[in-house]
């Protein structure tokens, strides 16, 4: 099976997962650190927007709220 394509997201949430079933007390965290040390701040901040761009509205508000 292929794996995601960069910036939908499915890479960064299967990493999330296995982090997870190792036991991290912070998964998205440490994925995210991992993530920003192989991309870089630039590369992850591109990705991010382009996971973003096509998101829809209603999905970006609730991920904005749960940030707060």
């Given at each position: 099976?292929?794996?995601?394509?960069?910036?939908?997201?499915?890479?960064?949430?299967?990493?999330?997962?296995?982090?997870?079933a190792r036991g991290?007390?912070?998964?998205?965290?440490?994925?995210a650190f991992i993530?920003?040390?192989?991309?870089?701040?630039?590369?992850?901040?591109?990705?991010?927007?382009?996971?973003?761009?096509?998101?829809?509205?209603?999905?970006?508000?609730?991920?904005?709220?749960?940030?707060?």
């Open positions: 099976m292929a794996a995601p394509p960069l910036g939908s997201g499915g890479r960064f949430a299967a990493l999330e997962g296995k982090l997870a991290a007390r912070n998964p998205a965290a440490l994925a993530g920003r040390r192989k991309y870089g701040k630039k590369g992850m901040a591109a990705l991010s927007s382009k996971g973003t761009a096509g998101a829809p509205v209603a999905r970006l508000g609730a991920a904005l709220k749960s940030r707060k």
